[in-house]
C-alpha cells in the first residue's frame, strides 16, 4: 500500500517569504500526485495535480511542485507567500486516476505573519 | 466551481444510536463519491469508494457492517454509522469525482461526537 509522508507539521513564515513543503511517497509503481489546500473554515480544494509530463506543475494561486520520481517527491513551492496562504495543505497520492481513492498526508499547517 | 454539499456539520449523539451523513454533489453527477475520516492531527483515511448503483468497497480494517453506506442516485450517498460508539468520535469527509473535470471535490466534513 502506498503512504505519505510531510516533513512538516506547522509552518510559520512572514509575508514575501518562499515556501517549500516536502512530501515523500512510498510506492513502487505509477502514481498521480495531488496538493490539497484547507483555509480555514472552508472545505479542501485542489491546488494542483501531476498525473504524466511535465515533472514541474504549475496550479492556482502562484503555486507548482515538482516531481522527482528518482527521490519519491513531489514538494511544493511558492516564490512569495502572502497572509491568505494561511491553510492546512495536505499532499496525496493515488494510482488509478482521479476516481481512484486518495491515500494523504498528515498535512502541514502554514501560517503567515504579516 | 462544483460543489459538493455534506450535512450535518456536526452532531452529538448518544452511545449506541446511528447516524446518518448525507453527501451530495450539487452541479454534478458523481458515479463516485468517497468516504474518508480524520482523527486530530492526522491525515484522512480513505474508509470507502462509494459506486453508484453497486455495493461500496471497503478499505481494509474499515467495518463495513458499522459503516453502511449508500449510493442512490448520481447526486447523493449516504454513511450511517450504526450502534456508535465513543471510538466511532471523529471527523467524516466525503469526496465526489467530477468525470468531465477528472477532479475530486470535498464536502466541508461532519463532525460526530458520540458520547
Known amino acids: 500500500a502506498q503512504s505519505v509522508s510531510q516533513h512538516n507539521h506547522h509552518v510559520i513564515l512572514s509575508e514575501a517569504a518562499s515556501l517549500e513543503l516536502g512530501c515523500n511517497y512510498s510506492y513502487g509503481g505509477t502514481v498521480n500526485l495531488f496538493w490539497y489546500v484547507q483555509y480555514p473554515g472552508q472545505h479542501l480544494q485542489l491546488l494542483l495535480k501531476y498525473f504524466s509530463g511535465d515533472p514541474l506543475v504549475k496550479g492556482i494561486k502562484g503555486f507548482e511542485a515538482e516531481f522527482i520520481k528518482s527521490k519519491f517527491s513531489f514538494n511544493l513551492r511558492k516564490p512569495s507567500v502572502q497572509w491568505s496562504d494561511t491553510a492546512e495543505y495536505f499532499c496525496a497520492v493515488n494510482r488509478g486516476g482521479g476516481a481512484d481513492g486518495l491515500t494523504f498526508g498528515k498535512g502541514t499547517h502554514l501560517i503567515i505573519q504579516p | 466551481g462544483a460543489v459538493v454539499s455534506q450535512h450535518p456539520s456536526r452532531v452529538i449523539c448518544k452511545s449506541g444510536t446511528s447516524v446518518k451523513i448525507e453527501c451530495r454533489s450539487l452541479d454534478f453527477q458523481a458515479t463516485t463519491m468517497f468516504w474518508y475520516r480524520q482523527f486530530p492531527k492526522q491525515s484522512l483515511m480513505l474508509m470507502a469508494t462509494?459506486?453508484?448503483?453497486?455495493?461500496?468497497?471497503?478499505e481494509q480494517g474499515v467495518e463495513k457492517d458499522k459503516f453502511l453506506i449508500n449510493h442512490a442516485s448520481l447526486t447523493l450517498s449516504t454513511l450511517t454509522v450504526t450502534s456508535a460508539h465513543p471510538e466511532d468520535s471523529s471527523f467524516y469527509i466525503c469526496?465526489?469525482?467530477?468525470?468531465?473535470?477528472?477532479?475530486?471535490?470535498f464536502g466541508s466534513g461532519t463532525q460526530l461526537s458520540v458520547l
Open positions: 469526496s465526489a469525482f467530477h468525470g468531465f473535470d477528472e477532479k475530486l471535490f
Open positions: 462509494s459506486n453508484e448503483g453497486s455495493k461500496a468497497t471497503y
